[in-house]
């Protein structure tokens, strides 16, 4: 049974950081991934990473966001800089192994697993 388990979530003014971080546990697949929601919106892709390597960003958070893995331990990172009260959401990783790194997108019917999520609030 895959168990994905974030944490890191919290609140934060403009322009703060925050570093969020989903246990993976021994999963091993190769695409993994980190969404979000806010209230009232439709959950959306921010980022994902093929293979520990290829990194794919939604527009309005490149730059400020960088997605990692520590392949040792087996946790997903998303290292989030310079955040804007828009980015509050409920932020969820997921995983899933795809065939080539061009199907690893921040897309949601691309993941399998999911974690239960940690929230980040961001005031202005």
């Known amino acids: 049974q895959v168990h994905l388990l974030e944490s890191g979530g919290g609140s934060v003014q403009a322009g703060g950081s925050l570093r969020l971080a989903c246990s993976v546990n021994?999963?091993?697949?190769?695409?993994l991934g980190w969404f979000r929601q806010a209230p009232g919106k439709e959950r959306e892709g921010v980022a994902t990473?093929?293979?520990?390597?290829?990194?794919n960003y939604r527009d309005d958070v490149k730059g400020r966001f960088t997605i990692s893995k520590d392949s040792t331990e087996n946790i997903l990172y998303l290292q989030m800089n310079d955040l804007k009260p828009e980015d509050t959401a409920m932020y969820y990783c997921a995983a899933d192994s795809v065939a080539t790194w061009d199907l690893c997108r921040p897309r949601e019917d691309q993941f399998r697993y999911w974690g239960q999520g940690t929230q980040v609030t961001v005031s202005s």
């Open positions: 021994t999963y091993r697949g190769n695409c």
């Open positions: 990473i093929f293979s520990s390597i290829l990194t």
